[in-house]
């Protein structure tokens, strides 16, 4: 049993700054690929950023790069999504997801998902 569990969601104002954690709840002896990805209202789920559990590569949405840092953690099993200069767009329920595979910007190849925390951005 597999379970991923974000934090960190909130309101903050455009301009602002806000991170997200996520931690694999119970262990496992496979090292994941972490990833973000988020669902504003009315759109499909969308792709922002991603990391080996080596840190060996990174990937972003070209939508967030320069603003957004995909970081392993200091706890085993722990991926942080350091999120600034935040605008209306980026409000969404973002997703943590976990593969074993490399990291990758497609939703298909991740085995495991969080269940969502809300971003707003809102003045």
């Known amino acids: 049993q597999v379970k991923l569990v974000e934090s960190g969601g909130g309101m903050v104002q455009p301009g602002g700054s806000l991170s997200l954690s996520c931690r694999i709840s119970?262990?496992?002896?496979?090292?994941?690929?972490m990833a973000w990805f988020r669902r504003a209202p009315g759109m499909e789920r969308e792709f922002v950023a991603a990391v080996g559990w080596s840190g060996g590569r990174t990937l972003y949405a070209d939508s967030v790069k320069g603003r957004f840092g995909i970081f392993r953690g200091d706890a085993k099993n722990t991926v942080d999504l350091q999120m600034y200069i935040l605008t209306p767009e980026d409000t969404a329920v973002y997703y943590c997801?976990?593969?074993?595979?490399?990291?990758?910007?497609?939703?298909?190849?991740?085995?495991?998902w969080g269940q969502g925390t809300q971003v707003t951005v809102s003045s």
């Open positions: 997801a976990a593969t074993a595979a490399d990291p990758s910007s497609d939703d298909g190849k991740y085995d495991y």
């Open positions: 119970e262990g496992t002896v496979i090292s994941y690929s």
